[in-house]
């Protein structure tokens, strides 16, 4: 399996009210390193692998927990 396919498969296996943060971190990472940034390295790579393995094992907030703390 990719890691593409894995990533498609813990979306699809995560509660509906947890997307959305998913989708915010997500988009985060992407927005993280521009074209002539720095790339993504193992250590990197490790710490998302630890990140979405606590999603699916349900080490979550609301989506409203997350805006609240940082202000939006």
């Given at each position: 399996m990719t890691?593409?396919?894995?990533?498609?498969?813990l979306i699809?296996?995560?509660p509906e009210e947890q997307t959305e943060i998913a989708r915010h971190r997500l988009e985060e990472?992407?927005?993280?390193?521009?074209s002539d940034g720095t790339p993504i390295d193992a250590k990197i790579l490790d710490l998302i692998d630890?990140?979405?393995?606590?999603v699916v094992a349900g080490h979550t907030?609301?989506?409203?927990d997350y805006e609240r703390e940082r202000g939006l």
């Open positions: 890691t593409r396919e894995a990533l498609h498969n699809d296996e995560m990472l992407r927005n993280a390193v521009d630890r990140g979405l393995a606590d907030k609301s989506f409203s």
